[in-house]
């Protein structure tokens, strides 16, 4: 199992928060290393969320929630 | 009329109250909308453009005009609009789409109207031009007095409409002044990428009109060459380009991350300079400049608050306004 | 399950799989070039192709549209990114006089294909001057054609097809359903699974994105949402509502909206645009000049009604075509009916 973890570089700033706006793969379904999985939202700024690894996308932050760098948002199992 | 020394303590009192004002809405515009950000969220919703870094442009220029004077703005009007003694509290209550707010709701920041003041202002990039010189042709055909000041941008100098313009006021000598404020940036495009020569003002040859760059965004400077402008335009009716330097330091509009900026175009803040030079030559003290931030401040939190507390117009209201009354 | 995408997305997909292949596309717009244009069309164009293929340009819209179309007589295909369409009218010659017309005029000896994507719509609170839908206003011209994708599949499929078409092809966008980031999270039903390789979805062919018998709702770019939405609402009482995706104005799939509107015998037209002069006056015209027979009730039309849209949320969200209008106007066609 690899866990999905906002990088910490993601953004800059260490008192910004961010939320994931959509997910790009439903949950369970099959990813591959490198795929864009995810957008976040920064303020105004799009980031995007690759997967690091690949196998079946378990999901564990629904999109419009508060998110943090470093925080467990998904895993692949 | 030469620079004294209440004139210069008023331009920086306009400067402070523009920049509470814009300080205090982008508190406010970021109020729900986090964690997602929508244009449509909170209180303040819709694009906002704010005049950080401009507020010379508009204490300056309007030092030198009279109440006749009229003026058409931008989509960044709020230190033109505050400058000219448009009704701060109604519209602040614009801005948050109130009943109470100086259209009704019906405008929002872009669309800034108060015919006290002779002021308008229009989302539409560089259309501010035609309707200032049919401004000053009106006024003309009416012989009463008044010259025509459109604000613009750097940007918008490279429209249509203001080559069009420009050239009908050179041909019929109308009262008119183009106030090019040039913060070097149009959304993401510099000046440099947009624009084949380096200063506007230089194009008032091609049209017979007068040209003046101001490069120091500082209102002692920019005042003395709107007085120059609006001279030449009372006496002559011939019209002027003043080109003035000025900052965009709020970005183009509410989360615009500039990442586009290189380093060393960063843009200063024009206010503390003018502050510690009205403080050198005697004009403030630290106490009665201190005096004129808190009063600003007081005054746009009381606004602010205004604003907050009025109702919302009534949704059959929309069908307000689209025709004037009374038929032929 | 294969990959969500956002319709800004999908469409940046196909325009990059056909500028890799095709030295003919270049991208040209205000600030396409750092900033991806306002709404996303060109994000990372900039980078990849450089500022000869993706042109940064002044805010002279009659100049660089009117370039375009020179280009595209010329052999290139330009791609115009105009971000909201109440611009249009600073350039509305070069779409009404020029690019439309040039190939009619000159017995086909000169074609002009280039694609001008525009951002339509309001409901954000950006007032009178940056909400308007105006699709009726370019989908008049003839000799353009205009389509108005809804879902990321199509989004996709459309922009390569407009950038095949040896046409000038207007490609709309709706604001709201675009999926880039500043709108909001993206709306549910524009995201689809988009398949990686490419496709087109060709014009002319309206959408069925849900099936229904007591009633048709027509609606198309962001009218497509609210109807869905409302399909749902309607579906709780017990009316089964069908909605059509008109999905392209120009040309327009009357046959496919005809067989439509006759499996219910009932029509609503979700429309952003103004009422009167509009899509929506089209469409019940379309489907009764065949035959009025087909109806069981008078058509509803749900619009912009002919006002200039109010900044205040409290004034916008009331005329816009929203859901709850659009299943009250469906109520009105299914009691009307016999």
């Known amino acids: 199992m690899t866990e999905v973890r906002v990088p910490l570089d993601m953004w800059a700033e260490d008192d910004k928060t961010g939320s994931i706006v959509v997910w790009l793969y439903p949950d369970g379904a099959a990813v591959k290393e490198g795929d864009l999985i995810a957008e976040i939202l920064v303020e105004k700024t799009t980031l995007e969320l690759y997967a690091p690894a690949t196998g079946t996308l378990q999901i564990s932050v629904e999109p419009e929630v508060v998110i943090d760098k470093g925080q467990l948002v998904a895993n692949i199992v | 009329m030469p620079l004294t020394a209440e004139m210069r303590r008023e331009m920086y009192r306009q400067m402070v109250r ?25 209180p303040l919703p819709g694009e906002l453009h704010c005049s950080n870094g401009a507020e010379p442009v ?82 003309r055909l009416q012989k009463r007095p008044g010259v025509a000041v459109t604000f613009l941008g750097e940007g918008a100098a490279n429209q249509g409409a203001f080559h069009e313009v420009l050239n009908l006021v050179g041909v019929m000598k109308l009262p008119f002044v183009a106030v090019v404020q040039d913060n ?120 602010v608050q205004q604003a907050m507390d009025a109702p919302y117009p009534d949704a059959s209201e929309a069908f307000d306004h689209v025709f004037a009354m009374g038929d032929a | 399950m294969s990959r969500i995408l956002t319709m800004a997305r999908a469409g940046r997909e196909a325009l990059d799989w056909e500028m890799e292949r095709r030295d003919e596309i270049f991208v040209l717009g205000e600030d396409v070039y750092n900033f991806g244009g306002i709404f996303g069309t060109a994000d990372g164009f900039g980078a990849k192709y450089g500022p000869e293929r993706v042109i940064n340009t002044p805010i002279s819209e009659t100049g660089f549209i009117g370039m375009a179309a020179g280009a595209a007589m010329a052999g290139m295909h330009p791609v115009i990114d105009l971000a909201y369409i109440d611009f249009i009218g600073v350039c509305y010659n070069v779409l009404l006089n020029t690019a439309s017309k040039t190939h009619y005029m000159s017995a086909g000896q000169v074609r002009v294909p280039m694609t001008l994507m525009i951002g339509t719509g309001g409901g954000y609170n950006n007032a009178a001057q940056h909400s308007q839908a105006l699709h009726a206003t370019v989908a008049h011209i003839p000799g353009v054609k205009v389509v ?23 490609y709309l966008t709706h604001k709201g359903t675009a999926g880039v980031g500043f709108m909001g999270p993206p709306i549910k039903t524009t995201l689809s699974e988009v398949p990686e390789e490419p496709y087109t979805v060709p014009f002319g062919k309206i959408a069925i994105p849900r099936e229904g018998s007591d009633v048709t709702i027509v609606g198309l770019g962001m009218s497509v949402h609210e109807s869905l939405k409302a399909a749902d609402e ?61 109806l069981r009730s008078a058509p509803v039309r749900v619009c912009t009604p002919d006002i200039p849209i109010p900044f205040s949320r409290s004034m916008e969200q009331a005329i816009l075509p929203l859901a709850g209008r659009i299943a009250e106007a469906a109520r009105t066609a299914v009691k009307g009916g016999a």
């Open chain 2, 18 to 42: 523009s920049r509470a004002f814009d300080d205090a809405v982008i508190g406010l515009y970021w109020v729900g909308k986090t964690p997602i950000f929508a244009f449509a969220n909170g």
């Open chain 2, 58 to 139: 508009g204490a300056g220029v309007c030092a030198a005009l009279d109440a006749d004077d009229m003026i058409t703005a931008d989509h960044r009007p709020h230190h033109v609009a505050i400058a000219r003694g448009v009704d701060i509290v109604k519209m602040t209550a614009e801005l948050l789409g109130k009943k109470t707010g100086l259209s009704q709701g019906k405008g929002g920041h872009m669309h800034i109207y108060d015919t006290a003041v002779n002021f308008a202002s229009s989302g539409i990039i560089a259309e501010g031009m035609g309707p200032a010189a049919g401004m000053a042709l009106a006024r």
């Open chain 2, 184 to 303: 070097e940036w149009g959304v993401s495009t510099s000046k440099k990428e947009s624009t084949a020569i380096a200063r506007n003002s230089d194009r008032a040859g091609a049209y017979g009109l007068a040209g003046e760059y101001v490069d120091s965004n500082d209102p002692d400077d920019i005042y003395l060459a709107a007085e120059r402008a609006m001279t030449r335009a009372r006496t002559s009716g011939g019209g002027t380009i003043l080109e003035l330097r000025t900052a965009r330091l709020a970005g183009h509009f509410m989360g615009d991350q500039q990442a586009y900026i290189p380093e060393q175009m960063k843009q200063s803040d024009p206010i503390p300079p003018y502050r510690a030079k009205l403080i050198r030559d005697g004009v403030l003290t630290e106490g009665t400049a201190a005096e004129i931030d808190a009063a600003a401040t007081a005054e746009i939190a009381a606004a």
């Open chain 3, 148 to 170: 108005y994708p809804s879902n990321a599949y199509d989004a996709k499929g459309m922009m390569h097809a407009a950038l095949r078409d040896p046409n000038f092809v207007i």
């Open chain 3, 234 to 294: 309607l579906a709780k009482e017990g009316i089964s509502a069908q909605v059509v995706d008109l999905r392209c104005l120009s040309p327009l799939d009357r046959d496919g909206l005809f067989a439509a509107v006759s499996k219910t015998g009932r029509l609503v037209v979700a429309d952003e645009d103004y009422l009167s002069y509009g899509v929506s006056g089209e469409v019940i015209a379309s489907v009764v000049e065949r035959d009025p027979r087909v």
